[in-house]
Structure formats: C-alpha cells, structure tokens
C-alpha cells in the first residue's frame, strides 16, 4: 500500500480506505488509486486483512480426492461460502496422506472452521478438534455439544432403492456394503430391516465391500465363482456398482436383464449413457449449503445448540435395473 500510495500521490491511510470500501475519498482520487494499483500488480492480502480484523473468515473443508460425490459437495460449499463471504481451503486425504496430518494442515492455515466431509477419526479425536475449531460434519453423526452435522437420511434411501427392486419382482437381492466407510453401517442395517419388513430375512446377504470399483469388481468375482447370481445388488455407493457393472459386463452378464443394479449418491458417472446407473440421490448443493450454514452460525455463536440436520433422498431410476428374471428349474 506504500508503493501505491506513492504512485498516486495520497496517504497511505486513504489507499487503505479505499480497499476497504470506506467513504472519504473522491471519485477521482478512487480512480487514480486504484489506476496505481493496477499499474504496479498490486492485490490486497486478504489472510493478511482478516488477520487484523481478528478473523480469518476462511472454512477449511477436508475431503477424499478419489470420491466424485465429494466433489460434487465441495463445488456447492463454494457457492454457499461465498455468499457468506468466506474464503475455503481444501486439504485431502490421500493414500500417504493420513487425514489427521490433512486435518492439521488446514489449522495450520488459520481455518476458523472445518467443514469434514465423511471422517473416518475416531469420536475422541474429533472431540478434541472441537476444542481448537468450529467443527461441521458431513455424512456422520457425531454426538457432541459443539459439533454439528448433516447428512442424508440413509435408512429412508436404502428402503426406497430395496422396496423399487421387491416392486419389480426381486427377492434375491444382495447388498454390496461399505465397509468401514462412512455411512455403511447405517446402509447395512436398513437393508437389512427393509428385507425383513418385505419377509425375505432368509433372501438377505452381505458381501463385505467398500466405496470404490475394487470393491465391486471382487464382489462380481465372487459371484460369478458362485455360479448362482442374485437378480438384484444393492451397492455400497455409485462407485462399488460402476465396478460390480463392468466386472459383471464383461463376463457376458446382462444389465439388468440378469442382474439389476443399484448405486447410492447419484454422481455424474451414474447419468453417463453407457453407465445408465439407478441410484439414490443425495442433495450435494443442500448438504453443502446446509454445512456452511452451520458453520457460520457456530461462528458468531459459539453456546448454540448442536444440531442435527437430515435430508431427504431420492431414488433415481435409470436403465441399470429392470424386471427380475425368470429362474429356470435348476435355479439358475
């Protein structure tokens, strides 16, 4: 601000006026300020303009960079932030990048709120997080009196894709989980509960996955050794039934004539033609919309209650399920 001062021939107290949007300058002493400052590639550091307001107005969002639903929820927490007027820092959890080293990293960046999209830390360690920043949780619910969360009504999505397919005629219908990511141990219970509801608790099977196509590949691999496919899968996420779908595919399996195939998230992948993917759509513009919000209140009070936020899902029926097949006597 002293070089472009200099160039204009003012105080530097009225250049900082002026990058403030403060009245007390003229039009034309503003436009020869701001002449100077293009002139000499001068930009305002904004890191260094919170700082002195005793705010960093910065949300640091931690996410996967192998997940495309996760995208999907970082391009809507753009959107909301700067509505709000907040700056986002992203750090990622990779393979050799643990997420408490990413976690520390956006701390470290002076990020007055995390926005965590799908942790895998422990409760505690979350907990403790607390203590040092504003913490908002996306697809996990994490009971604690300063951290807020929202995410997708599971249960209700899950019921919905299982009681389409029992609609269409399916009873064996198999459920390709998650794992230990998170989310899948919501998915697995109702899954389990709708087929109860439907009578087919002895149809029910879990085949142990997790939310990528590595996961859905071997889970076709192990169906075909089988030799007796299910007429449905109900897959962990969009990615799980891609893998499932290409594995399946290419052993001369059609989809959906023999085996139909639903996904969870409704990423773009599930809308491309050759894919044609059923899926349960979660909101990503409303989570992340929802997220900010949560965030900014927790920041301008740090005594609000905790909340709890839960939207709806909605299935999206595509070319990838269809009728349940006709057995023949051998069961096949």
């Not at 590639?41 to 705010?55: E, I, K, Q």
């Not at 809507?76 to 520390?104: D, F, H, N, P, T």
């Not at 039934?241 to 989809?255: P, Q």
């Amino acid at each position: 601000m002293d070089d472009v001062a200099a160039q204009a021939g003012v105080s530097r107290t009225l250049v900082s006026l002026i990058f403030s949007g403060k009245p007390g300058a003229g039009a034309a002493t503003r436009d020869r300020v701001l002449r100077a400052a293009e002139d000499l590639g001068y930009r305002p550091d904004s890191a260094a303009r919170s700082l002195a307001r005793g705010r960093s107005r910065t949300l640091g969002v931690l996410m996967d960079v192998h997940q495309p639903f996760q995208a999907d929820l970082v391009a809507g927490i753009y959107a909301a932030s700067e509505e709000l007027g907040y700056e986002v820092l992203l750090s990622a959890r990779a393979q050799g990048r643990e997420e408490g080293r990413a976690i520390e990293s956006l701390l470290g960046h002076r990020c007055e709120g995390l926005i965590l999209l799908g942790p895998y830390s422990e409760t505690s360690s979350l907990e403790a997080l607390a203590d040092r920043a504003v913490v908002v949780v996306v697809g996990r619910v994490v009971p604690h009196d300063r951290i807020d969360c929202v995410h997708t009504a599971d249960a209700e999505g899950i019921a919905q894709a299982v009681d389409y397919l029992v609609g269409l005629g399916h009873v064996d219908i198999c459920h390709v989980d998650g794992g230990a990511d998170p989310g899948s141990e919501q998915r697995r219970e109702a899954y389990l509960a709708t087929m109860h509801r439907h009578g087919l608790s002895d149809r029910a099977r879990i085949v142990p996955g997790a939310h990528n196509e590595a996961a859905g590949i071997a889970a076709g691999r192990l169906l075909l050794a089988e030799g007796s496919l299910p007429t449905a899968v109900l897959a962990g996420n969009d990615r799980c039934a891609v893998g499932l779908m290409d594995h399946l595919t290419r052993a001369g399996i059609d989809v959906p004539g023999d085996v139909s195939i639903i996904g969870y998230d409704d990423t773009r992948l599930a809308e491309f033609a050759r894919i044609d993917l059923t899926t349960v759509r979660q909101d990503s513009a409303a989570l992340a919309r929802a997220a900010v919000g949560l965030a900014d209140r927790r920041l301008a009070d740090a005594t609000a209650e905790p909340t709890e936020l839960v939207l709806d899902p909605t299935l999206v029926v595509r070319g990838s399920t269809g009728p349940a097949r006709v057995r023949d006597r051998a069961g096949r």
